[in-house]
């Protein structure tokens, strides 16, 4: 089974950051944004080598590793590396799409 899903993306015109703790704690913060017509998608697709690819279109890269493996954090979507780690104990096979276009295979 595949789950696919669509997300619009924002366009920030002010205060990007300042709704993020602790900095309105200390500072207060308010933030002017609006989404577009353009889209981020996500699919999640299940796998059975125990391997996570992640592919990114518009930046030209691809990151592979076995589940069992930790992600390293180099700077190559680092985002999407995150997540997998974060929820991969919960997430047994899926596969998303980010930044705007990223795929993780699992």
Do not use: C
């Not at 789950?3 to 933030?31: K, M, N, W, Y």
């Amino acid at each position: 089974m595949n789950i696919r899903s669509r997300a619009p993306l924002r366009i920030s015109f002010a205060g990007g950051g300042t709704d993020v703790p602790p900095f309105p704690e200390r500072e207060g913060g308010l933030v002017l944004n609006a989404t577009i017509a353009r889209y981020a998608y996500g699919l999640l697709r299940p796998r059975r080598d125990r391997q996570v690819r992640i592919e990114s279109a518009d930046f030209g890269l691809a990151v592979n590793y076995n589940v069992d493996e930790a992600p390293i954090f180099d700077g190559r979507l680092d985002l999407v590396k995150a997540a997998i780690r974060r929820l991969g104990d919960r997430v047994q096979h899926w596969m998303t799409i980010n930044e705007p276009w990223v795929a993780a295979f699992m």
